[in-house]
């Protein structure tokens, strides 16, 4: 059984900074693809960043280019830094994780991980 864990968020003004980091826990010496999606009431879960099994290569959605940053300390962990926030960035957000396929794909749909943390709040004031 492998479990997400998500830690970091809160409350912050506009253009404060936030880091969130998850691991994904259960399987020993398992690399993982790795993703960070949010959601808002009455909205459907969208891609933040995501990143492959290798860590090499990430994707960001274009709302957050230039001021998010995906990455990977440990094959299992995965953070995301959150600069220059504003209010549109307010969202739970949800760690992702999946332990299938080739090390160099990154996954952007949400149907791509198997894995689910239970989700960390992030609140941006104007």
């Known amino acids: 059984q492998v479990q997400v864990e998500e830690s970091g968020g809160g409350l912050v003004q506009a253009g404060g900074s936030l880091r969130l980091s998850c691991s994904a826990s259960?399987?020993?010496?398992?690399?993982?693809?790795m993703a960070w999606f949010r959601q808002t009431p009455g909205n459907e879960r969208e891609l933040v960043a995501a990143i492959s099994k290798s860590g090499r290569r990430t994707e960001y959605a274009d709302s957050v280019k230039g001021r998010f940053s995906i990455g990977k300390d440990q094959p299992n962990t995965v953070y995301l830094r959150l600069n220059a926030l504003k209010p549109e960035d307010t969202a739970v957000y949800y760690c992702?994780?999946?332990?299938?396929?080739?090390?160099?794909?990154?996954?952007?749909?949400?149907?791509?991980?198997?894995?689910w943390g239970q989700g960390t709040q992030v609140t941006v004031s104007s």
């Open positions: 992702a994780a999946d332990s299938t396929g080739v090390i160099w794909v990154v996954r952007t749909a949400v149907e791509e991980y198997a894995y």
């Open positions: 259960g399987r020993t010496f398992t690399a993982y693809a």
